[in-house]
């Protein structure tokens, strides 16, 4: 077990919260204003216990999940918990002894909180049995460089695995996300994107691209009036969209390598 992060705990309490107020959040799940203010203050030394934290997870907003909760309250180990996430879904899987999945909780966007526009959390924690052959072995690329194959094997640093339900034919790995261009998509730094082999996506969908035969890159991929723009998806306001002219697509300055399926986030 890991120590109380109250820091983190905070931290995550507050996204759980969003814009309701303390009164607010405190109405809809039950635990006291004054106990969830002094988590927010970090001036609680004891970590609320497992039966708190599912209170305030089951009315969190912004896709704060109970597994979350109990790890930077010490109640789980950071190394047994891994999180897959996509635009419309988030998954927590926690893992025991030798690998074996324990419980896995789910979050849905289209449940709705109290008739408004948040979401809201799906209690789908339940035990479950290790089945190996429902999962693939899927290699991780560190990197993927032009003039090399994709899975070049100095390019793959390990494997992961993934359900064959999430797959739907074609040829599969996961890339680990350097730098911060896409983390208003929640896909931060260190993180794996599973991608699918494909050399064109829809626009608005978010891609791997090699740009001008350099190091592969992670955009959203925006099509409009013959040209295609990369458009990153950051806080960070130095990123700029890149747009290529039709000229540029068909001398392969740009190229597509995969649509990105899920993110899945490590501790």
Known sequence: MDKFDKKKFAELLEKAKGDRSINQYALHSGISAAHISRLLREMIDTPPNPDTIRKLTEKAYNRITYHELMVAAGHFDTKNIEIIETPSEKKVIRYGKDGIIEAIESWDSSLKLDGNNCTQMVKEVSTVHYQPERLIRIPVLGVIRAGEPILAEQNIIGYEYAEKDELNGGEYFYLKVKGDSMNRSRIQEGDLVLVRRQSDVNSGEIAVV??????????????????????????????????????????????????????????
């Open 210 to 267: 090699m740009v001008n035969s350099e190091e592969a890159t992670l955009k959203r991929v925006i099509k409009a009036n013959d040209m295609l723009i990369l458009q990153p998806d950051s806080y960070n306001i130095e990123y700029k969209p890149i747009v290529f002219s039709k000229k540029q697509i068909e001398t392969n300055e740009i190229r597509i390598l995969g649509k990105v399926i899920h993110a899945k986030i490590k501790f």
